[in-house]
């Protein structure tokens, strides 16, 4: 686990003090409707950070609700610099981003942060990734997966093959290296958001809603869970061992918390 969640700076000479939540936006674990709380909740406690590339109506930092002006600063090394500012001033702060864990140390240094994240039945999250792709009119950011988006888009990969391709499986395993899931201070899940928002609501020492406000819902999903085949299930079940072992360890984990309070 983290070791408190106080990270050190040297900014112009000086060395800070406080804390910093790296909230790590796994794609389609409802991340945008986390966004919404943070913006509605934990801002009005101390600064969020979102950066999600120049030119996302999310990017930037945002206190009390509001995304506060900062003319010029477009880039994330600028905001990041006013943000750690900010965080400063208020002895907190918390910021979100499609960042790998090892970005977020990169940038921010040292191994002390505090970070969170959100987790979803890995056939789920895949299932959910593609038929959003399917419907999607933006290309991904990330440049080295849009040959395969445009191969989901005319129908020329199947889910299983998505599922099973090298860009798309042990997607939560990639997204946490070099840590594990020990190194991380929340999981939620997002099939068990009461539970995970008390959890949250602990860390973060306010109080949460009890459910996230969905937002970005796959049109095509007509029914809490999609249905697939047995055979599809297994198939991208065995090439993500361990995304399923890091959200049973994660589940398990919420469980235990949620029993000692």
């Known amino acids: 686990m983290s070791s408190g969640g106080a990270t050190f700076r040297r900014i112009v000479g000086r060395v800070i003090f406080m804390r910093i939540f790296a909230s790590v936006h796994m794609a389609k674990t409802a991340g945008s409707s986390f966004a919404q709380l943070l913006i509605d909740v934990v801002s009005h ?16 930092i945002w206190s009390a609700g509001a995304r506060l002006e900062a ?16 965080a400063e001033r208020n002895g907190a702060g918390l910021v979100q981003a499609h960042w790998l864990v090892s970005e977020f140390l990169e940038i921010f240094g040292g191994d002390t942060l505090d970070f969170i994240t959100w987790l979803r039945d890995p056939v789920q999250r895949i ?19 849009r040959e ?38 929340f999981a939620g899940i997002f099939e068990r958001q009461e539970v995970s928002l008390r959890c949250l609501s602990r860390l973060l020492g306010m109080t949460l809603p009890e459910r996230l406000q969905l937002k970005n819902i796959t049109k095509r999903k007509q029914t809490p869970t999609y ?20 959200y049973a360890a994660a589940l398990a984990r919420l469980d235990q918390l949620d029993s000692e309070t």
């Open 45 to 60: 406690q101390f600064p969020v950070f979102f950066y999600y590339g120049t030119g996302h109506p999310l990017t930037g």
């Open 71 to 86: 003319k010029g600063a477009e880039s994330s090394e600028r905001l990041t610099e006013i943000f750690i500012q900010q």
């Open 127 to 145: 299932c959910s990734m593609y038929f959003f792709w399917k419907d999607s009119k933006f290309e991904p950011r990330r440049p080295e997966v």
């Open 148 to 185: 395969l988006f445009w191969a989901v888009k005319s129908d020329r990969c199947s889910l299983l093959e998505f599922g099973t391709h090298p860009q798309i499986r042990d997607y939560y395993r990639n997204v946490l290296a070099p840590l594990d899931l020990e190194a991380i201070s």
């Open 227 to 246: 249905s697939l085949s047995k055979e599809v299930e297994e198939g991208i079940l065995a090439h993500n061992v361990s995304d399923a072992a890091i």
